[in-house]
């Protein structure tokens, strides 16, 4: 069965500071996609990013950049120079083509303090 | 504006007493799901549908139900067979049922039982 760890419950840094949350997943299927979701205070899930299972390249966005790789079966998400907007928890997720639906990890709590 | 939204935002309810959340999209997504999360855990899929007028049971059904009887609308009713509802709803809606589509999230309803 699929499975995602984050085993990073909380994390605090100082604001300009880089930070990487972890992710750790297990799976048996060949095809599977990978994704980041953002919840701020208010809730409601923000999506981030999707990988494929094919796809290892790694992926930047701003002060956002995402390391995938298979050998390790990991897909971590880093933040360069963080602000206090990126204070929230992190979702790391699974999904896999044979299977019924998404697994989602427990979250990191990220504080990022002024 | 496109999107997802949910209400009410914050729902109080009696023990034994049903009630419903409300789930509505317009962004004519076929796939819609609805997920619990508790304090400091992962989501946990309750049902989804593929496609109006379907739905299927996800990991923690019991207590829980669903109709889709239009596309843009994925009620969810907590009866009172669930035996802890106090949590965080959050409900989801993808263009299609597969592993690569990626969910979009609504801003969630939080249940408390008193």
């Known amino acids: 069965a699929q499975k995602v760890t984050q085993a990073q419950t909380e994390i605090s840094v100082v604001e300009k500071e880089d930070v990487t949350l972890d992710c750790v997943y297990e799976t048996r299927d060949t095809t599977y996609y990978l994704f980041w979701y953002k919840q701020p205070p208010s809730g409601e899930l923000v999506f981030l990013i999707r990988?494929?299972?094919?796809?290892?390249q790694n992926e930047i966005s701003g002060r956002y950049s995402w390391n995938f790789q298979k050998s390790t079966s990991s897909f971590n998400f880093t933040i360069t120079a963080s602000q206090v907007v990126d204070s929230a928890v992190y979702f790391c997720?699974?999904?896999?083509?044979?299977?019924?639906?998404?697994?989602f990890g427990a979250g990191t709590r990220l504080t990022v303090k002024p | 504006d496109g999107g997802i939204t949910q209400s009410p935002k914050y729902l109080f309810r009696k023990e034994g007493q049903n009630v419903t959340l409300s789930c509505e999209q317009n962004?004519?997504?076929?796939?819609m799901y609805w997920y619990r999360q508790d304090p400091g855990q992962g989501l946990r899929l309750i049902y989804y549908?593929?496609?109006?007028?379907?739905?299927q049971k996800g990991d923690i059904a019991e207590g829980y139900s669903v109709s889709r009887e239009k596309k843009e609308s994925f009620p969810l009713t907590v009866t009172s067979a669930q035996k802890n509802p106090t949590a965080f709803y959050l409900c989801a809606s993808s263009a299609d049922w597969g592993a690569q589509d990626t969910q979009y999230f609504g801003p969630g309803t939080r249940l408390t039982v008193l």
């Open positions: 549908s593929q496609i109006v007028n379907d739905f």
């Open positions: 997720a699974l999904s896999e083509a044979a299977g019924d639906d998404m697994r």
């Open positions: 990988r494929n299972s094919f796809d290892e």
């Open positions: 962004l004519n997504h076929d796939a």
